[in-house]
C-alpha cells in the first residue's frame, strides 16, 4: 500500500489510522474464521473426529479469531518498520517462525530452553487450547482452557494496540 501510493490517497480522506487498521483486522478475521472452516471441514472429510463438544468446537473457531487480531498486530508492526515488500517479508519471519516452531507441535521435539521460551509466543498457547478441546475433549470451563483463552485475548489486544499505535506514529505515508 505504500509503494502504490494508496496510504498517501488514504492520508487525505477523513479515514482514521485506527479505522484503517481496525477494517484490515476485521477482514483478516473474516479470512481466518474461513480457513479454520475449511481446515476443519478437510480434517473431517479425511477422518478426524473431534472429541470436543459443539461448544468446544465454536470456542475453538473463536480462538483461531482471536489470534488472527495477534498476526494483524503483528503484520501492523511489520509494516510499520518496512520500507519495501521485500523487506517486509523477511520481517514477517521474525514473527512467524518462532510461532511456527516454539509455540506449535514442533517445540515438543525441543529442548527443555526450547519449550520453555515457547511459552512466550501466543501459538502455544492457542495450541494448547485447541489440543485440549479438539484431541482431549476438555470442558470449555476447563483451567487450562480459560488460562489459554485469558493469554490470547490478553496478547492479542496488547500486539494489536502496538502495531495500531505504531503504524499510526510512523507508518502512514
Do not use: W
Not at 5 to 29: C, Y
Not at 36 to 49: L, R
Not at 100 to 128: C, H, K, N, W
Amino acid at each position: 500500500d505504500r509503494q502504490t501510493g494508496l496510504l498517501r490517497r488514504i492520508n487525505v480522506t477523513p479515514t482514521t489510522s485506527t479505522e484503517f487498521m481496525l477494517s484490515h483486522a476485521l477482514s483478516n478475521m473474516i479470512t481466518a474464521f474461513l480457513q479454520a472452516i475449511i481446515v476443519f471441514v478437510t480434517a473431517y472429510i479425511m477422518g478426524f473426529h473431534s472429541q470436543a463438544s459443539i461448544l468446544g468446537v465454536a470456542l475453538a473457531f473463536v480462538i483461531c479469531l482471536i489470534f488472527s487480531l495477534c498476526n494483524v498486530g503483528f503484520g501492523l508492526i511489520t509494516a510499520t518498520i518496512a520500507k519495501s515488500e521485500g523487506a517486509a517479508t523477511g520481517i514477517a519471519f521474525m514473527f512467524v517462525l518462532p510461532q511456527m516452531f516454539l509455540g506449535t507441535f514442533v517445540g515438543l521435539a525441543m529442548s527443555g530452553i526450547a519449550q520453555l521460551v515457547g511459552r512466550f509466543v501466543p501459538s502455544y498457547y492457542v495450541t494448547d487450547a485447541l489440543t485440549s478441546l479438539l484431541l482431549r475433549g476438555a470442558p470449555v470451563t476447563s483451567p487450562t482452557i480459560l488460562l489459554d483463552l485469558i493469554v490470547v485475548i490478553t496478547t492479542s489486544l496488547i500486539v494489536l494496540l502496538a502495531g495500531i499505535i505504531l503504524f499510526r506514529k510512523f507508518g502512514r505515508g
